[in-house]
């Protein structure tokens, strides 16, 4: 039987109050160090609520888009003070709820405070420009205004960085938003709302309502008056979601997954590329879109690199993320631990060799441990180097030139993010031109980007626009051109 300790209920927040939803269904949130542990529950909600939610947005957005920016920008520079305070009980809500470290989890959270401090300052920054006309007695000048109600639709793996980093630009911009969390994340969500309630938002501009995919996620790509929404999750879902949202000529922003290389040349630093494929593959149980899945390494460095990696690895320790031995934790859910197994042995019936872990672990609470897994033998067309994990899995790809890697690299329907450690500059910018990838590193990991930067992928890892600093503003704004005869 399930365990409720320190668990909290919570309701949807609507129009600047925690309602109730019409459906008495609830949707119980546990810890899978611990699966009969429930850390919270959130609403089932039903579409009448999400009809509330917009309705609500809808006349909040009315008022809020006509505060200036810096009157914007303090109420998110108080959301930012208030998250800071709470910063050590979001952090372990996070741990319980998804697994992640709670170091991992507390820098997680700071990072949320550092996005709204950033939004924030963005209030105060030119919305437009003069433009010269070609009648000398008209000003003519262009104005970034407001879209209207957003729809926010997050996973799991990041459950405050992601709904902030959405959140904070379409706020900071004269939007209002509705937010619908994956389910696995509500509970760590809804916490981070509560920082949100007590910063002081007017009525309206932040809703949060929880409940199914199918129908809340379906009903913000559907909804008339939600002008414009924004999606992090999974190729299909977000493929579905672009094309329910275009269908209605709404504006939509989609950043799905990645298979992302790190490619290892023969004059780099092997213990620095080494650190970053633990780093960058296997932080976050590998739960990261920017995760390193495929690590492809020249011949004359290849044996060594994986002497050094299997004695890194075996240095690993795996278990409940509060624990502060604790390097990697359990698997978000029993649906994603199911799916990492199942990699695995995919992997070996299709002829590469598991060098290293893949192994479930035991556990007194039946927690989603398994053990980092390390593949040799590795050829492109095998599915673990063509598909996403999203778990501990490293794909390790022998390549005789830099040049050869590159192309291995992009042999891929993804395009987030690429990564290479090599000293020589020709390689090096080689790489920065011919990678497929949104986000490029060199002699770094895959994973990770700076908040004041542009994220976002190529190919099938997003729809080409991008998220985080100024670049956030071309998605949630739209142009408005004024022409004034004297």
């Known amino acids: 039987m399930a365990t409720t300790t320190n668990t909290k209920s919570f309701s949807n927040y609507i129009n600047g109050k925690w309602s109730p939803s019409e459906s008495s269904e609830v949707i119980q949130s546990t810890n899978p160090a611990k699966p009969d542990e429930v850390v919270g529950t959130v609403p089932s909600s039903t579409k009448g609520d999400l009809e509330e939610a917009v309705q609500a947005a809808k006349a909040g957005q009315q008022k809020w888009k006509k505060l200036s920016g810096a009157e914007r920008g303090n109420v998110l520079f108080k959301a930012a003070e208030v998250l800071e305070k709470n910063l050590e009980e979001v952090a372990e809500t996070m741990t319980r709820e998804m697994g992640k470290t709670l170091p991992e989890a507390k820098g997680e959270t700071a990072r949320g405070v550092a996005i709204l401090r950033y939004y924030a300052g963005e209030g105060m920054r030119s919305d437009?420009?003069?433009?010269?006309?070609?009648?000398?007695?008209?000003?003519?000048?262009?104005?970034?205004?407001?879209?209207?109600?957003?729809?926010?639709?997050?996973?799991?793996?990041?459950?405050?960085?992601?709904?902030?980093?959405?959140?904070?630009?379409?706020?900071?911009?004269?939007?209002?938003?509705?937010?619908?969390?994956?389910?696995?994340?509500?509970?760590?969500?809804?916490?981070?709302?509560?920082?949100?309630?007590?910063?002081?938002?007017?009525?309206?501009?932040?809703n949060l309502v929880t409940g199914k995919g199918s129908v809340i996620g379906q009903g913000l790509a559907e909804h008339k008056d939600v002008a414009a929404l924004t999606f992090t999750g999974s190729n299909a879902t977000g493929t579905h979601i672009g094309q329910t949202v275009a269908a209605r000529g709404g504006k939509y922003q989609l950043e799905m997954g990645g298979k992302n290389p790190l490619i290892v040349a023969e004059d780099c630093d092997i213990d620095l590329a080494v650190d970053a494929a633990i780093s960058g593959g296997l932080k976050s149980t590998g739960q990261k879109c920017t995760c390193s899945s495929r690590v492809i390494i020249q011949e004359g460095i290849y044996d060594k690199f994986k002497q050094k990696l299997l004695e890194k690895v075996g240095e690993i320790t795996v278990g409940d993320g509060l624990?502060?031995?604790?390097?990697?934790?359990?698997?978000?859910?029993?649906?994603?631990?199911?799916?990492?197994?199942?990699?695995?042995?995919?992997?070996?019936?299709?002829?590469?060799?598991?060098?290293?872990?893949?192994?479930?672990?035991?556990?007194?609470?039946?927690?989603?441990?398994?053990?980092?897994?390390?593949?040799?033998?590795?050829?492109?067309?095998?599915?673990?180097?063509?598909?996403?994990?999203?778990?501990?899995?490293?794909?390790?790809?022998k390549v005789k030139t830099v040049e050869e890697a590159i192309n291995l690299a992009n042999d891929?329907?993804?395009?987030?993010?690429?990564?290479?450690?090599?000293?020589?500059?020709?390689?090096?910018?080689?790489?920065?031109?011919?990678?497929?990838?949104?986000?490029?590193?060199?002699?770094?990991?895959?994973?990770?980007?700076?908040?004041?930067?542009?994220?976002?992928?190529?190919?099938?890892?997003?729809?080409?626009?991008?998220?985080?600093?100024?670049?956030?503003?071309?998605?949630?704004?739209?142009?408005?051109?004024?022409?004034?005869?004297?």
């Open 128 to 206: 437009g420009d003069v433009i010269p006309s070609t009648d000398p007695s008209a000003l003519m000048f262009s104005k970034r205004v407001p879209l209207g109600v957003v729809g926010v639709i997050t996973p799991w793996n990041f459950p405050v960085a992601i709904p902030i980093w959405k959140m904070a630009p379409a706020l900071i911009y004269g939007n209002s938003v509705v937010i619908k969390p994956a389910s696995e994340g509500a509970v760590t969500a809804a916490k981070v709302i509560e920082c949100f309630d007590k910063a002081g938002f007017p009525e309206g501009v932040v």
């Open 412 to 486: 891929v329907d993804y395009g987030l993010s690429a990564s290479i450690f090599a000293k020589n500059i020709d390689h090096i910018l080689d790489f920065i031109e011919d990678v497929d990838a949104g986000l490029v590193r060199i002699n770094s990991e895959t994973a990770g980007v700076e908040l004041q930067a542009p994220f976002g992928g190529m190919k099938a890892s997003s729809s080409y626009s991008r998220e985080q600093g100024q670049a956030a503003k071309e998605f949630f704004t739209t142009f408005k051109t004024v022409f004034i005869k004297r």
């Open 323 to 397: 624990e502060e031995h604790t390097w990697m934790g359990p698997c978000a859910t029993k649906e994603q631990y199911d799916s990492v197994q199942k990699y695995i042995e995919i992997g070996q019936q299709e002829g590469a060799e598991l060098i290293y872990g893949g192994k479930t672990v035991s556990s007194e609470n039946n927690g989603y441990y398994v053990e980092p897994a390390i593949f040799d033998q590795v050829e492109s067309t095998m599915k673990i180097a063509q598909e996403e994990i999203f778990g501990p899995v490293l794909a390790l790809m």
